[in-house]
């Protein structure tokens, strides 16, 4: 049996097919694609809804996707000028589906904010901007090598992360905030060179990973779609 999984939408605006802008939920097809040639059945998730409990029962994974900033209100902080793309809707939403999940060992991939909100969501803190905050560090945001590997990522010895991908792999980075305190039970998993955070998981769960690149654009070739598969076997046993 293939296993279902939730993807979480990005909401934004755009032209119809009649002329009119409206609201849309949209998703990139590289998530979806990923999902499909992991073995799963990919659903899209709309996060301007109001977060339906018994939807996680439904699903046997749970894929937070990239996109804007988590309200820094949802961490007890004020907002610092560089964060950007707030849309509260959507991290009620997200945050709910995380706790859910996590607390129903629900398999979870959480990409980019999505890791973000994960760690949010179990108590965890961010760092704003990690230009402005964390002196001596390299450059994170860099959108036009969207495609491109540019940087390492080294995993700690042991981890899931280890065992799945190796000691090291070289990924993309479209971020300008990072995980700062970790939230409830994750441990981190892997770092940039400069000493961010750039993974974690939860030990003893079926699968419960986040990363701080985007594997959705490096497409099934690179290394890290090793976690999709890894993420939909996981799916599968629990729908099971």
């Not at 802008?21 to 590289?30: D, N, Q, S």
Request: some cysteine; proline content about 6%.
């Amino acid at each position: 049996m293939k296993a279902l999984i939730g993807v979480t939408s990005i909401p934004r605006r755009a032209r119809t097919g009649f002329g009119a802008v409206l609201a849309h939920e949209t998703i990139p097809e590289m998530y979806l694609d990923l999902v499909r040639w992991a073995g799963a059945i990919p659903v899209i998730l709309p996060v301007h809804a109001d977060f339906e409990p018994d939807a996680v029962e439904r699903l046997d994974g749970v894929l937070l996707t990239g996109g804007g900033d988590v309200d820094p209100a949802a961490y007890q902080q004020e907002r610092a000028p560089a964060t950007d793309g707030v849309d509260r809707r959507r991290d009620r939403f997200e945050l709910d589906l995380a706790r859910a999940a996590a607390s129903r060992d629900v398999p979870v991939l959480a990409i980019c904010r999505g890791m973000q909100v994960l760690n949010v969501a179990l108590g965890g803190t961010l760092v704003q901007d990690i230009a402005a905050e964390v002196p001596g560090a390299a450059a994170h945001w860099v959108p036009e090598r969207w495609n491109d590997a540019i940087h390492p990522v080294r995993f700690e010895p042991g981890s899931l992360l280890a065992r799945l991908l190796g000691g090291e792999i070289t990924v993309n980075s479209m971020h300008h905030q990072a995980l700062d305190q970790l939230g409830d039970g994750l441990a981190a998993a892997g770092r940039s060179p400069d000493g961010l955070v750039e993974a974690v998981e939860m030990p003893g769960r079926h699968f419960l990973v986040g990363i701080q690149w985007h594997p959705e654009c490096l497409g099934s070739g690179h290394a890290s779609f090793r976690l999709f598969q890894s993420f939909a076997d996981a799916a599968r046993e629990v729908a099971a």
